[in-house]
């Protein structure tokens, strides 16, 4: 299977700044995509940035300008900048991977298990 960890997390104060980095153990599969999604408590889970295979098609939700995605697609490594948070941006972070194994069609969808970002006023 696919495993995915993450670090980074943790409580800073408003306006300040976390780096969110994931690591996916791929042996025996193809990843398709890979990114970050949040969920804030009583709140649906969110895409917030995405890898694919091709770096001219990656993705990245607006978050006002304030986040950025980067890392190796091949190497399964996922990144998130994260400059000026506001209390808003309060929130369980995942990791997702949507792998195949080799010489099979079907999609199967893989989260860690989160690192939880405060963002204090």
């Known amino acids: 299977q696919v495993q995915l960890v993450e670090s980074g997390g943790g409580l800073v104060q408003s306006g300040g700044s976390l780096r969110l980095s994931c690591v996916a153990s791929?042996?025996?599969?193809?990843?398709?995509?890979l990114g970050w999604y949040r969920q804030a408590p009583g709140k649906q889970r969110e895409l917030v940035a995405q890898?694919?295979?091709?770096?001219?098609?990656n993705v990245v939700t607006s978050m006002d300008g304030r986040f950025t995605v980067s890392g190796d697609y091949a190497k399964g490594i996922i990144y998130l900048q994260m400059n000026s948070l506001k209390p808003e941006d309060t929130a369980t972070y995942y990791c997702n991977a949507v792998a195949r194994r080799f010489g099979r069609s079907q999609l199967i969808d893989y989260w860690g298990q989160g690192t939880q970002v405060t963002v204090s006023s």
């Open positions: 890898l694919r295979g091709d770096s001219t098609n």
């Open positions: 791929r042996t025996g599969f193809t990843i398709d995509r």
